[in-house]
């Protein structure tokens, strides 16, 4: 397990930026000339980390925008750049969800690749289909061809619908799980006939990405090894993993230079099952169900890897109200009810059977009183917590000119009574108790992995489900435990982004498609973001309290605040997508590999960690909400 980098303060900033109404963006009341939206997919936005390029697929069409500052706002109709997506070939099977549109986007990534970043959309007839955001920015621009604007650089098929994304910068690979029950992972060639395994610091070949001529369907050859040799990194191959019994909606990798080889990838099934994997070994490294750990039996929907040394330190930690179960894992569900704006009810119930709402004023300790078995509809917002305070838009204005002089400031508009949430109060921590409640110590070797011999991993694992959130870390490492191997404890959260929705007409769909299958992460924040399909996205501290060196999280805000939900600024209607990235001015500067075999990397100019984040919601009636995020005057991490 990665040491931590030291404390950090865990204050946190929520400002909304503006709102959007999908009426306004398509006035037009002929609904064919909107672009069509698929159903029932995973994420379909994304935002550039590097420049300033909003990504909404469309069906089977890529939108590209470029949002104003400091609103974060899109002009109306198609954007900048449409980009249709090419086909492997002809005569493909149909569509798992919609056989009239087969080559439908499910799923819309950005990543790292190399030193390129790209954007890659996984369809529902399995093609993959990748390009690089270079290209479309080029053309955005107006730089590019007008016969052929943007070049894909990789088009494969992965035999059935896909729909989990990962790409991993350091290794080259782009990993796709489909409803095959398999994840397909593409390691591209890496330059240099030399190259060793271990030493994946190496430029992806140039003429793979920057060739005008080259095929973006060449052939992949299917790893025959065990372990890949120098010889199998100078082509390009393709890896096959393969042991769940159910599709595989989200895959993630380790991207961090404590796995520069790219040697780790986790998945979940719709069974709720997640396997670690050893990509090259094709090993399955642990194999876990959350769920029945945690005594919920619910469908996997969400799986991402965490960089141990982003999370909080915190001497005195802010989880109000921990309680270790049964099975010693530890619930933070009462706390993540302590929520400042926030509402357990859908705007779509109504205001006579809001019972929980009314507990504002009920002092969390009498409530946790109340009944300690039941804590899902016990706790609300705590009344200490700061709640909306006055802001202006000329504030907001004169911060945003202060930290992003020259970018786009001819974009800036007035905004309307933007709300300002500081997420901080300080905590009290409940005593560590056993299931029994007795205070003695609880067995920490007593874990859930189905593997006699558990491994090491450098990382953290947090999954979700159709309504709940698991963060699996590891609790010893094999030298300091009893048993002679790693020892894993899990950390949960139940329905901490679940509202009560009212059944009827107008809702109907919503609560029959809650799923947790949109995370992200902003790294330099130490957060989480989790996304609700319902309409509803968390925003999580990980957290590393001591002394007892455990990790956990507190959900520090949901989305669209309780305030906005009652102007009537959430519609009714299904999440599409959330994307966050640095504001306008702010990005990330391109670091490249370093050429030190492969242990880390470099940056063209120097690294200054982005501390202003921006946090875009698009529904689908193309309604469009935005937020920016902040840890204001405090240290920023960078790994």
Known sequence: MAPSTGELPSSLQVLPCSYQDGKDRFPNKDPYDEPRISRYRNNLIALSQYYNLLFIAYGEKIHVYRPRFPQQTIPPLDGELVVDLPTSSFGLQPGYLDVNHPHDINHLVVGELGDEEVIVAACDDGDVVSFTTHSILTVVRGKGSSLSPVKAFFIQNVGHSAWGIAIHKAARLIAVSSNTKKIDVFCFALDGAICLYGEFHRHLTKKYLDSEEQDVCPDWDWAKRSRPTALDRCFNTRISLSGHGENIPNIAVFNSDLDVQGQYLASTDINNETIIWDIWTREIKVRTSVSKQNLSHQRGWGVTCLDPRTARVEGVPRIRYRVTDRRNSINLTQDSFDIADNSQYHPSYPHSGRILDTLDMMPPETALEADSEEPDNLFTEDADQQHVLPGNS?????????????????????????????????????????????????????????????????????????????????????????????????????????????????????????????????????????????????????????????????????????????????????????????????????????????????????????????LVMVYCDHTILSYEISRPDKQVLVI
């Open 394 to 614: 000329a504030s907001l204005q004169a911060a945003a000119m202060a930290t992003n002089s020259g970018s786009e400031s001819n974009e800036i508009d007035s905004l309307t009574e933007p709300l300002h949430h500081t997420l901080a109060s300080p905590l009290v921590r409940i005593p560590f108790e056993d299931s029994a409640g007795t205070g003695d110590e609880v067995n920490l070797d007593e874990d859930f992995t189905h593997c006699h011999q558990k491994p090491e991993l450098p990382f953290n694992l947090l999954q979700t489900s159709e309504t709940d959130i698991h963060l699996l870390f590891q609790m010893f490492e094999a030298a300091a435990s009893p048993t002679g191997w790693a020892t894993y404890r899990l950390s949960y959260s139940n329905q901490t982004i679940h509202q009560h929705i009212h059944e009827g007409p107008d809702t109907y769909l919503l609560s029959q498609i809650e799923r947790l299958n949109m995370i992200l992460q902003i790294s330099e924040l130490g957060l989480v973001i989790v996304g609700n399909q319902v309409g509803r996205v968390g925003i999580l501290t990980m957290i590393r309290t001591l002394p007892q060196d455990e990790y956990g999280f507190k959900t520090e805000a949901i989305l669209p605040f309780k305030s906005q939900e009652e102007k009537g600024l959430r519609p009714k209607k299904v999440l599409m997508g959330v994307a966050v990235s640095p504001v306008q001015g702010q990005q990330k500067e391109r670091r490249i590999l370093s050429d030190n075999g492969g242990k880390g990397y470099k940056s063209r100019n120097p690294l200054t960690a982005s501390k202003r984040f921006r």
